[in-house]
């Protein structure tokens, strides 16, 4: 028993693994080109970073240097931007208006009556939807002085970020130029007017004095031929008439001028108690000066001879008068009565009467033609013409 107690365990054997020396040379080839392959890698990366890294400074400072005022908006507020910007709004530096809502550097309402802010968010909203957005602005330098300016938006999409590029160009000399030229505009326009409405008024003074004159005339014949003279110059003198009211003096409203010209005519010859209907159908057709004092002429001559010739005394008649729009420019004027007609044609009775002469050196300038049409009763003219 003693000697059982007395008895210790033997001690553990270490024992040792040997690895073959050819498994061991694999290991360390494997793992000496693995750390070879890393070295690479680290190496290109480190080229690439240095790559990045020059680009990034180059383009900074392209972004700093630049005479264009450069920002940057994100989330609706500006989170950089380039001493132009600095520059352009008097501030001291960047930091100052960084932060910002685009409305906190912009008045409280923009020329068009809307809130600045209100503005702002739906100009970014236009660019984030459709990638680039061009506008005008008012923005407010740090004096507090109002300057407008061209803005341009570009968005970019960057990692799950919307960045907006946003370009100013300063508009305020731009402005000053068209300021000045549409001042001289204006004082052209008020110039021209004037000069209508002088011709309108040495017209109507001519127009007068032939009626005068017709009153005083026994000769029935050439009193009449006085007062076909009248009904022409107040004719020219009514489309001098509209281009002085008129707000754009580059077209006249021929339809307004028709049916004033036309009605006073009627008047004019038949009086006030006539049994003439004019039926007019001139729909949006406009004509500068060059056409409508020709057409006019034009007007005149043939319904004052459908008013002496077609619908003689106090009879009943119709007067009708119609303008529409062909193709290549073209117009087309269905114009004449429904009076007792004629059976000469057009052509052979051009030469017979001054009014007829004149029709045709009309119809001439306007580089058209003209043809009597067919019908069952009364004389209707179809007369074909550019815009001059």
């Not at 003279?229 to 754009?248: F, L, P």
């Not at 339809?255 to 006539?274: P, R």
């Not at 017979?352 to 050196?361: E, N, P, T, V």
Request: proline content about 2%.
């Amino acid at each position: 028993m003693k000697n059982l107690i007395n008895d210790k365990s033997p001690k553990a054997v270490k024992k040792t693994i040997v690895i073959p020396k050819n498994v061991t040379s694999k290991r360390m080839d494997i793992l000496n080109k693995k750390v070879l392959k890393l070295e690479q890698e680290n190496k290109i990366l480190k080229k690439q970073t240095q790559i990045l890294d020059e680009r990034e400074s180059k383009y900074h400072s392209l972004f700093e240097m630049s005479t264009n005022a450069i920002l940057v908006i994100e989330n609706q507020k500006f989170i950089d931007c380039n001493r132009a910007v600095v520059k352009m709004l008097g501030y001291k530096n960047k930091k100052e208006l960084l932060n910002t809502h685009p409305s906190e550097l912009s008045p409280q309402k923009q020329p068009d009556g809307r809130y600045s802010f209100e503005k702002a968010e739906e100009m970014i909203a236009l660019a984030i939807k459709n990638g680039i957005h061009h506008f005008e602005w008012i923005h407010t330098k740090a004096n507090g002085e109002d300057f407008p300016v061209e803005v341009l938006l570009g968005a970019l999409r960057y990692k799950g970020r919307i960045l907006l590029n946003t370009i100013w160009k300063e508009l305020t000399e731009k402005k000053k130029a068209e300021s000045v030229i549409l001042k001289s505009i204006r004082e052209k326009e008020i110039l021209i007017k004037e000069l209508h409405h002088r011709v309108k008024n040495n017209l109507q003074i001519v127009s007068s004095l032939l009626n005068l004159q017709s009153e005083n005339i026994k000769n029935e014949e050439l009193k009449q031929i006085l007062l076909q003279s009248k009904y022409r110059i107040e004719s020219m003198a009514k489309i001098h008439e509209m281009v002085y009211k008129t707000q754009d003096m580059s077209k006249i409203n021929f339809a307004e001028y028709v049916h004033e010209f036309a009605s006073a005519l009627i008047f004019a010859i038949k009086g006030l108690t006539n049994n003439i209907k004019l039926k007019i159908s001139i729909k949006d057709v406009y004509f500068t000066i060059n056409t409508a004092i020709p057409l006019g002429l034009l007007i005149n001559e043939i319904i004052t001879n459908s008013l002496k010739h077609g619908i003689k005394e106090n009879k009943k008649g119709e007067i009708v008068i119609n303008i529409i729009e062909k193709e290549n420019e073209n117009m087309q004027m269905l114009i004449g009565d429904n009076g007792i007609g004629y059976k000469n044609d057009f052509k052979a009775r051009n030469y017979s009467s001054l009014g007829f002469q004149i029709m045709s050196g009309i119809v001439d300038q306007l580089k058209g033609n003209v043809k009597k049409e067919k019908s069952p009763r009364g004389t209707y003219y179809a007369i074909t013409f550019k815009r001059v």
